[in-house]
């Protein structure tokens, strides 16, 4: 499995950027896709998730109402649109794939119910 992280960089606070990954190397039906950011020091924090194959969306509330999680299935690739971004938004930002877990628990939000993951993106928002 291979998850490629593209389109993170440097941007003023308020404007917007789209985060890509791309994902070979199975059939991803069943599984979830997260989006997670890390700063030295800190653990990697949940931002968003998508199921597969019922595109359902899960957010952190840190970006609910910012960020749009979605997925491109022809090209398997999941997209994290960030819109006014804050300085608190630097990090570095990765992709991850894990099992679905079971309806209604948050198994999402654990970095450690993801198996797969990529190289990472880095983000800064200038203030």
């Known amino acids: 499995v291979q998850l490629v992280e593209s389109g993170g960089g440097l941007v003023q606070a308020g404007f917007s950027l789209r985060l890509s990954c791309a994902a070979s190397?199975?059939?991803?039906?069943?599984?979830?896709m997260g989006w997670f950011r890390q700063t030295q020091g800190h653990e990697r924090e949940f931002i968003a998730a998508i199921t597969w194959g019922g595109g359902s969306t899960f957010y952190a509330d840190s970006v609910k109402g910012r960020f749009t999680i979605s997925r491109e299935l022809p090209k398997n690739t999941v997209y994290l649109q960030m819109n006014s971004l804050k300085p608190e938004d630097t990090a570095v930002y990765y992709c991850?794939?894990?099992?679905?877990?079971?309806?209604?628990?948050?198994?999402?939000?654990?970095?450690?119910?993801?198996?797969?993951w990529g190289q990472g993106t880095q983000v800064t928002v200038s203030s």
């Open positions: 991850a794939a894990g099992l679905t877990g079971p309806y209604g628990s948050d198994y999402y939000r654990s970095p450690d119910e993801y198996a797969d």
């Open positions: 190397g199975r059939t991803f039906n069943g599984y979830t």
